[in-house]
């Protein structure tokens, strides 16, 4: 057997020994001994395999199995700018707290710095985004195995505490197996050979408290991270009587925590001036909230105190008070009398704002973003994942739609890039088990259309990709590029368009694609069906700016006393 037959081979027997089950690997050359031990090892049940052709759209699938599987994933991919295009997922990944572990192919170091092709410095390429593991070349001699198994292993430990992990992984010719001798170790660590590493338990919660009175009108603002922190915050604020306003991906575990989360928050609080009944003394904020600028708003009036330990908790005024890392029931000795009235006021507000938002979407002809949204997130099956595409559709939700227990949320806040999110969406589905739906406007869907591209022997995930399909970019309409007085260039270097038909495109691909054209075929269209498919719901762009500015006013009247 060849170093690097054997190398691949211990690399991968130590990956499912760490309980790495979900692997993506992408065709080449430099990784072919990776690539033969991988299938090896899904064909004998140990892992299970995904085979993808575009690196980028892969690694965003290995993220969408992390997140799904709460299980670091792996990426394989061969040497070059193969490696370059994993860059995207891990600024994701390290920045969404996702652990992802990106085996690249390397060429050996004589190669270096020589001309040879496909040849590039990809050792810590991605920065402080991923923490690097380099290994060195294999060699026929004894001793090695342990080497290889130990640094597997401490990569698998960093990708538990939530971080992507670069194994780069240098290949000398032969790549592919050539048997004779036999190799000087046993490869697979059993009695008798090399024994393997093992390591500790994932990272404790968190035991810091918070030492710092918190007042009794408080205003509990949840963004994206972990689950179990949010949930906690959740408890505190049913306790003392706090509203919670969560964002789509935060909004389950805090109803988790057993408090009711405020439905269309962020409209509330981008409504104008809150009334003196609604103005809170003090904003915690848990995890990393991205979406709403009357969120940051809120932020940048009163005291703020932060509830995380990722070392970029969200502060972007630099206001923020105080940091802990976890808000619990201990901490309730904190916590000011609470004010009987503060709770019903925020619940009369939130009812006042339903109600103008129903009417006023119940006057606009459907479809819009915001009807989509709603009728989306009311439509979906019980126990279904929903994975929102950047820009509108993750903010539409936000804005309009109702907070469910039943319906788990996953959208890419780290860098909230458009690129990779129905690669994501894949990954979600193939290792959530649930009814998967994703939600995305139709430039996230071209951006990453590839994630179509699905080879006819893997696995297709259960997936029910929905494109609000406006031609162009909808979210600068709503920004301040789309004010009037920039209309005569917003078109061409905002807006967009693209013309593209997405039916054919999907027809290219194999992908069945149906167009929507009223509630009822949208809620007909989201019963559970297996396999890949695309709903496309097409809209306009002309009226969104004004129906943004209508239902601002609208709200900001329904809560305003008088």
């Known amino acids: 057997m060849n170093p690097s037959t054997a190398m691949a081979t211990v690399v991968v027997d130590e990956l499912v020994r760490n ?10 050359s430099r990784n072919a001994a990776l690539s033969l031990a991988l299938h090896e090892a899904a064909l004998a049940g140990r892992l299970t395999l995904h085979v993808r052709v575009d690196e980028r759209a892969a690694a965003f699938l290995a993220l969408g199995l992390s997140r799904a599987s709460g299980r670091p994933s792996a990426v394989v991919c061969t040497s070059g700018t ?44 991605f920065g402080s985004a991923a923490v690097a593991v380099d290994f060195p070349v294999a060699e026929r001699r004894p001793g090695q195995n342990p080497v290889w198994r130990g640094l597997v292993c401490r990569g698998v430990a960093r990708a538990e505490t939530g971080i992507p992990v670069q194994l780069n992984v240098p290949f000398r010719e032969p790549l592919v197996p050539s048997f004779g001798e036999a190799w000087p170790d046993s490869l697979d660590g059993r009695p008798g050979g090399v024994r393997w590493t093992t390591f500790s338990a994932p990272r404790s919660i968190p035991d810091n408290r918070v030492d710092f009175p918190l007042p009794a009108r408080v205003v509990v603002v949840v963004g994206s991270g972990d689950p179990n922190r949010a949930a906690a915050a959740a408890r505190i604020a049913a306790r003392a009587g706090w509203p919670v306003i969560a964002e789509p991906v935060g909004a389950r575990a805090a109803l988790a925590g057993g408090v009711p989360v405020v439905r269309g928050g962020p409209l509330l609080l981008g409504s104008g001036q809150l009334p003196g009944a609604l103005r809170p003394d003090a904003v915690v904020v848990v995890g990393r909230p991205t979406l709403s600028r009357g969120v940051r708003g809120l932020m940048d009036r009163v005291a703020v105190y932060g509830i995380g330990d990722h070392p970029q908790w969200t502060d972007p005024q630099y206001v923020a008070q105080h940091v802990r890392g976890w808000l619990d029931e201990d901490d309730l000795r904190w916590v000011s009398e609470p004010d009987p009235g503060w709770l019903p006021a925020w619940r009369e507000a939130e009812r006042a704002a339903t109600l103008a938002v129903e009417k006023l979407l119940g006057d606009e002809e459907w479809p819009t973003g915001l009807h989509l949204a709603r009728d989306l997130v009311d439509g979906l099956p019980a126990g279904a994942a929903l994975v929102l595409g950047s820009s509108n559709p993750v903010r539409d939700v936000d804005l309009v739609a109702a907070h469910r227990a039943d319906v788990t949320v996953h959208a890419n806040r780290g860098v909230a890039g458009i690129d990779g999110n129905l690669s994501t969406a894949a990954g979600v589905a193939l290792a959530g088990g649930a009814p998967t739906y994703a939600l995305m406007g139709d430039l996230t869907f071209l951006h990453d259309l590839n994630a179509l591209l699905i080879g ?86 002309d009226r969104l700016r004004d129906l943004h500015a209508r239902l601002k006013a609208a709200v900001a009247e329904a809560i305003t006393p008088g």
Request: hydrophobic letters at 40%.
């Open 456 to 541: 006819p022997e893997e696995q297709r995930p259960d997936l029910c990709a929905v494109v609000l399909n406006d031609d162009g970019g909808g979210i600068f309409s709503l920004l301040e590029q789309g004010a009037a007085e920039h209309r005569a260039g917003f078109e061409r270097v905002f807006g967009t368009p693209t013309g593209a038909d997405l039916r054919s495109l999907c027809a290219g691909f194999g992908v069945p694609h149906q167009l929507i054209t009223t509630p009822a075929a949208l809620r007909a269209a989201l019963d559970p069906q297996p396999g890949l498919r695309v709903l496309e719901v097409r809209a306009s762009r």
């Open 82 to 125: 193969a490696v370059a295009n994993l860059h995207p997922a891990v600024l994701e990944a390290h920045h969404s707290g996702v652990g992802v572990l990106l085996i690249t192919a390397d060429r050996p170091p004589e190669l270096h710095g020589s001309g040879a092709n496909q040849t590039i410095d990809q050792r810590g390429i």
């Open 19 to 28: 309980d790495v089950r979900q692997v993506v690997v992408c065709p080449g």
